[in-house]
C-alpha cells in the first residue's frame, strides 16, 4: 500500500503527470492491487468529492473576475487609487498595490490580477522612470495577495476540505491581507525615496472626486460580497451568484463595453477554468478518502504526539513544507493534497482550523511567484514581454516581505482571528 499511497504519486508527479492523474492513478492502483475493492467506490466518491455545496461559489466568483477584467474596470480602479494617493514618492507603485488589492476582493483569481494589472501599470511605471526588474517583481508579487483577501477561491477549497466555514476563513483574511498590501507600499515608499524616482503628482481635489465616481461602479462589487456576506443577507455561494449579476449588468448595461459575444466568450471560459478546478477536486477527494480509510492521518498524529511536537514547531515545519511545495504545485492541488493530512494533526494540537488556513494560503500566496515555477511569474512574462531573468531580479525583495508578514501571521493569531471576532461575533 505505501507503494501506492507515497512511491507512486511521487514518481508520476516527476515525469510530469498532471496532478488530477497522479491522484486517481494512485487510488485506482490501490483498490485493485491492494484492497480488492470495487470500482464503483471510486466513482462515488469522485461525484461525492464535488457534491459540496460551498463549491458552487468557484464558477460564480470566476464569471464575475472575467466580466470585470475584460472592460475597464482595472483602469477605473486605477484612476480612483492613484487620485487617493497624490504626490507619495512612489505613487505608481503604490497605486498597483491598491488596485491589485481592491481588484482580488472581486475576481479572487491571482493570475487574473497580474494580467489585468500589469497591462495598465507596468507601461506606466516603466514610462516614470522605476527600473523593469522593479516594476516587474511588484505586479508580479502584488497579483498573490488576490488568494488571501476575500472572496479567495483557495480559500473556498479549503474550507470545504477541512470542514470550516468559508465566511470565517474570509473574514480571518481581510487584515492579513491589508498587513502584506502595507509592507509591500512601504518598500515601494523607502525604494523610490532612496533610488529617486516615481514622484507622484500633486494631489488634486477634483481629480480625485472625478476618479471615485468613474470608479464607483467597480467599487461596488466587493461592497456587495462583503458586505452582503457580514451583513446577513447571503452566503457566499448566494454573494457569488449575485455578484455574476451585477458585472453583466455594469459591464454591459452602465458602462456598455462589452456585447452578449463577450458575455458569452466569459461564461465559456468560466467553464474551461472550473472544469480545472473541479476535476482536481474531485480526484483529490477520492486519494483523501483512500488516505482516510487506510488510517493515515490517525497514524500521523500518533507519531507526532508520539515526539511530543509543540504546536509552535509543527507551524514551522509545516510553513517550511508547504514553501517547497507552493513552488512545485498550484493552490488547489497543495491544499487538496495536504489539507487531509494535516488538519487531524493541527486540530490534536489545538491550532484554530481558520488561522491555519490563512497561513496555508500566505504560503501558497509565496508560491505562487516563487522561484522558478510560479505561475504568476510566467503569466507575467506573457503580458509584461519581458525576460524571465528580470522578473527574478525583481521579485526577491517581494519574497522577503511576504515571509515577513508569514512570521508574523503564523505566530500572533489575533491577526487572523481579529477579523472573525470583529465581523461574526
Given at each position: 500500500m505505501s507503494f501506492a499511497l507515497g512511491l507512486l504519486p511521487l514518481v508520476l508527479l516527476l515525469v510530469g503527470f498532471p496532478i488530477f492523474l497522479v491522484l486517481l492513478t494512485a487510488v485506482t492502483v490501490a483498490l485493485v492491487f491492494y484492497m480488492h475493492i470495487p470500482l464503483a467506490a471510486l466513482h462515488q466518491n469522485l461525484f461525492g468529492s464535488v457534491n459540496a455545496y460551498a463549491l458552487l461559489a468557484i464558477p460564480y466568483f470566476i464569471y464575475a473576475g472575467e466580466l470585470m477584467g475584460r472592460g475597464s474596470v482595472a483602469q477605473r480602479l486605477v484612476d480612483f487609487v492613484q487620485g487617493g494617493v497624490g504626490s507619495v514618492r512612489g505613487s505608481l507603485g503604490v497605486t498597483t498595490v491598491g488596485t491589485a488589492t481592491i481588484f482580488g476582493a472581486i475576481s479572487g483569481v491571482s493570475a487574473a490580477a497580474v494580467a489585468t494589472i500589469g497591462k495598465v501599470m507596468y507601461p506606466s511605471m516603466v514610462r516614470a522612470g522605476y527600473p523593469k526588474p522593479f516594476a516587474a517583481g511588484l505586479i508580479t508579487a502584488v497579483g498573490a495577495i488576490d488568494i488571501i483577501i476575500p472572496p479567495s477561491i483557495p480559500m473556498i477549497v479549503y474550507g470545504a476540505a477541512a470542514q470550516e466555514s468559508v465566511p470565517r476563513l474570509y473574514a480571518a483574511g481581510i487584515l492579513p491581507g491589508l498587513l502584506i498590501a502595507l509592507l509591500i507600499a512601504g518598500y515601494v515608499i523607502w525604494r523610490a525615496w532612496s533610488g529617486n524616482f516615481g514622484a507622484g503628482a500633486p494631489f488634486n481635489v477634483g481629480r480625485?472626486?472625478?476618479?471615485?465616481?468613474?470608479?464607483?461602479?467597480?467599487?461596488?462589487?466587493?461592497?456587495?460580497?462583503?458586505?452582503?456576506?457580514?451583513?446577513?443577507?447571503?452566503?457566499?455561494?448566494?454573494?457569488?451568484?449575485?455578484?455574476?449579476?451585477?458585472?453583466?449588468?455594469?459591464?454591459?448595461?452602465?458602462?456598455?463595453?462589452?456585447?452578449?459575444?463577450?458575455?458569452?466568450?466569459?461564461?465559456?471560459?468560466?467553464?474551461?477554468?472550473?472544469?480545472?478546478?473541479?476535476?482536481?477536486?474531485?480526484?483529490?477527494?477520492?486519494?483523501?478518502?483512500?488516505?482516510?480509510?487506510?488510517?493515515?492521518?490517525?497514524?500521523?498524529?500518533?507519531?507526532?504526539?508520539?515526539?511530543?511536537?509543540?504546536?509552535?514547531?509543527?507551524?514551522?515545519?509545516?510553513?517550511?513544507?508547504?514553501?517547497?511545495?507552493?513552488?512545485?504545485?498550484?493552490?488547489?492541488?497543495?491544499?487538496?493534497?495536504?489539507?487531509?493530512?494535516?488538519?487531524?494533526?493541527?486540530?490534536?494540537?489545538?491550532?484554530?482550523?481558520?488561522?491555519?488556513?490563512?497561513?496555508?494560503?500566505?504560503?501558497?500566496?509565496?508560491?505562487?511567484?516563487?522561484?522558478?515555477?510560479?505561475?504568476?511569474?510566467?503569466?507575467?512574462?506573457?503580458?509584461?514581454?519581458?525576460?524571465?531573468?528580470?522578473?527574478?531580479?525583481?521579485?526577491?525583495?517581494?519574497?522577503?516581505?511576504?515571509?515577513?508578514?508569514?512570521?508574523?501571521?503564523?505566530?500572533?493569531?489575533?491577526?487572523?482571528?481579529?477579523?472573525?471576532?470583529?465581523l461574526l461575533n
Open positions: 480625485f472626486i472625478h476618479s471615485t465616481m468613474r470608479g464607483l461602479w467597480a467599487l461596488g462589487a466587493p461592497a456587495i460580497i462583503l458586505g452582503g456576506i457580514y451583513g446577513g443577507v447571503f452566503s457566499p455561494t448566494e454573494a457569488a451568484a449575485v455578484a455574476c449579476v451585477y458585472a453583466v449588468f455594469v459591464t454591459l448595461v452602465v458602462f456598455r463595453e462589452l456585447s452578449w459575444r463577450d458575455i458569452l466568450e466569459a461564461a465559456a471560459a468560466t467553464v474551461r477554468f472550473t472544469a480545472q478546478i473541479l476535476i482536481i477536486v474531485s480526484c483529490a477527494g477520492v486519494f483523501s478518502w483512500l488516505l482516510t480509510v487506510n488510517q493515515v492521518p490517525a497514524a500521523l498524529v500518533a507519531w507526532i504526539q508520539h515526539f511530543e511536537v509543540s504546536a509552535w514547531s509543527f507551524l514551522l515545519v509545516v510553513n517550511v513544507l508547504l514553501l517547497v511545495v507552493g513552488c512545485f504545485l498550484d493552490p488547489l492541488s497543495s491544499i487538496l493534497l495536504l489539507t487531509p493530512l494535516l488538519i487531524p494533526v493541527v486540530k490534536a494540537l489545538g491550532i484554530d482550523t481558520v488561522h491555519f488556513g490563512i497561513v496555508v494560503m500566505v504560503n501558497l500566496a509565496i508560491g505562487l511567484f516563487h522561484p522558478p515555477f510560479g505561475i504568476n511569474i510566467f503569466v507575467a512574462q506573457s503580458v509584461l514581454g519581458i525576460s524571465l531573468n528580470t522578473i527574478y531580479r525583481g521579485i526577491i525583495p517581494f519574497v522577503i516581505l511576504y515571509l515577513v508578514a508569514l512570521a508574523l501571521i503564523t505566530y500572533v493569531p489575533a491577526i487572523s482571528l481579529a477579523g472573525v471576532w470583529v
